[in-house]
């Protein structure tokens, strides 16, 4: 099943390999405005996987030099939630419904979340009219470790007719 959004990244995915990221990162950062004004850096998106990467620019920092609360909260939300745009049919609208998240450690340099989903999850969304799910993701800073935990519920419901 391809969907609009997964026609656009299957595109983009046709340059170049060394254009790849930053033209999905682009494309995609032009649709979600945090995303793009993050400079939000889509290295990995498909059906069932992604990774998403905010770099410790100025623009992403807080007040202790680390990037931002709200930034590492966005990489988890971004890179879930590509996931279930990715797999949603273009009837319904994917949600986010809960996020949870536990901050644990001090970040140092970027934050990469890599998420995925199974086969099965990838099957419900396409063939139920609407449901929730919990798509898994692990948030790493630059060197390696989880500065924070995070859990995030999406849901999808039909679109809405006007």
């Known amino acids: 099943m391809a969907n609009r959004m997964s026609r656009i990244v299957s595109l983009c995915n046709k340059a170049p390999s060394g254009l790849r990221v930053w033209l999905v990162s682009t494309v995609l950062g032009a649709n979600v405005k945090l995303v793009g004004t993050t400079r939000a850096r889509i290295e990995k998106l498909n059906h069932s ?8 620019l100025r ?21 879930t939630g590509f996931l279930i745009g990715m797999n949603t049919p273009d009837t319904s609208v994917p949600v986010i419904k809960s996020m949870n998240i536990d901050f644990v450690k001090r970040s140092s340099g970027d934050i ?3 998420a995925h989903i199974t086969d099965e999850q990838i099957q419900n969304i396409r063939t139920q009219e609407k449901g929730e799910l919990t798509v898994a993701c692990t948030i790493t800073d630059g ?19 006007t």
Request: net charge positive.
């Open 112 to 114: 990469t979340c890599e």
């Open 143 to 161: 060197k390696g470790v989880e500065p924070i935990k995070a859990e995030m519920i999406w849901a999808w419901t039909p679109k809405r007719r």
């Open 49 to 56: 996987e992604s990774r998403i990467t905010i770099r410790n």
């Open 59 to 79: 623009r992403n920092r807080n007040h202790i030099g680390t990037v931002h609360a709200c930034a590492m909260a966005l990489t988890a939300e971004t890179a």
